[in-house]
């Protein structure tokens, strides 16, 4: 037990579970391709990875798995919440991701690691879709990430809005029961309906709080499609987007009446462009992922009498077959919960960004404490600095100034110096340069060189 949650501690920061999650949002500042990457397919999911591939280890510890149901679940919850209200677009999906990762560990705390690493492989497509869609969306916006200043883009980068309309109905999970779906429908479908099999002691923890994730995943998920594509333009309110047209403006001063003639409808006179075909199609390529990658591999990854014992037969992954069996026989009301729970979300945010656009405003204010408990993140930044940040600074200080300066310069160069500097003061006192003074001296110590040889002789 101790062996696995060690490791699992190790996972939890290297795939950003709640506690150590606080580099993942940071992290954002660098380029988006570099984001895409290391969300959808290697770094951060490298800690999915390795409890899978430990799974056998993992399954000698009940404990242990517990544990990781936990972790997981409160991880989606709690990524997805802080999504509902970030308005800087790469977050929204950096903290999705955080959440993705939180199915994936309950779903390898309930026992089925194949599922888990099932959503691992459906998420590299349309994660990494959303991302490089987001870096085309903010190309086309002069390097503008708040959406708040986006609105009416569909129009003028049709390409990127299908691209992320794909990626957003694979990350909500858009299927029919029965019929099939989008990348996401099929995998994080597989993991609730696990969750809820399982006889697991925290299986029904994981199941209430996947279903309701996928709820908030739904709306945080088409806000950022509403807020970006719909609406009226708001472009006029950014400031990235008024130096570009003011560059513009004195680039070409004679045009400069078409550019003032175009403040009033909110767009500040600038014009979006689609991105060039090297940003395509990749988009291209990644679309086709997100639609089809969830029904094309579902069987291999999952069912054993599909094949997925055989897919899996050379790896270390713990394949239960009796969970994988019981998924197929749970109630039609839990395969239809994602579906509910997708539509609600969707409604939701089509109500209050499209059908009554100030209502999220309102709503905002009417539960002031809960929002901005949402928007600080939980206060985890807060609180870790309080915790761990001010008492480094303390002993920092203390060690500078009661160490390094009071004892160690104190007694070492700074001490040093100080006597060489007490010393030059004293031969300074005696170099005065007058000739009588220096005979003087002379004087004195050949009369006690004298004496002294007197003293040796008798």
Sequence with gaps: SLLCVLLFIGAMGKSAQLGLHTWLPDAMEGPTPVSALIHAATMVTAGVFMVCRLSPLFETSQFALNVVTIVGATTALFAATVGLVQTDIKRVIAYSTCSQLGYMFFAAGVGAYSA????????????????????????????????????????????????????????????????????????????????????????????????????????????????????????????????????DHHGHDDHAHDHHGAHDD???????????????????????????????????????????????????????????????????????????????GLFTAWMMYIRKPGSAHALAGHFEPLYKFFLNKWYFDELYNLIFVKPAFWFGRLFWTGGDIGIIDRFGPNGSAAAVGLGSRIAVRMQSGYLYTYALVMLLGLVAAISWFMVQAR
């Design 266 to 344: 909110g767009t500040a006179g600038y014009h979006p462009h689609e991105s060039p075909w090297p940003m395509l199609v990749p988009l291209g390529v990644l679309t086709l992922g997100a639609i089809a990658a969830g029904y094309l591999f579902k069987y291999d990854f999952i069912y054993a009498e599909e094949g997925g014992t055989a897919f899996w037969a050379a790896s270390t992954l713990y394949f239960n077959e009796h969970l994988i069996h019981a998924m197929h026989n749970v109630p039609m009301w839990v395969k239809l919960a994602s579906m509910v729970s997708m539509l609600t």
């Design 116 to 247: 888990a690493m099932f959503h691992l492989f459906t998420h590299a497509f349309f994660k990494a879709l959303l991302f490089l869609g987001a870096g085309s969306v903010i190309h086309a916006m002069h390097h503008e990430q708040d959406m708040r200043f986006y609105g009416g883009l569909r129009k003028h980068i049709p390409l990127t809005f299908w691209a992320m309309t794909a990626g957003t109905l694979a990350i909500t999970g858009v299927g029919i029961v029965g019929i099939g779906g989008f990348a996401g429908f099929h995998s994080k479908d597989a993991i609730i309906e696990a969750a809820y099999a399982s006889t697991a002691p925290w299986g029904g923890y994981a199941f209430f709080i996947g279903v309701f994730a996928a709820l908030l995943t739904s709306f945080y998920s088409w806000r950022l499609v509403f807020l970006t594509f719909f609406g009226k333009p708001r472009w006029a309110q950014s400031e990235h987007i008024q130096h570009a047209v003011h560059d």
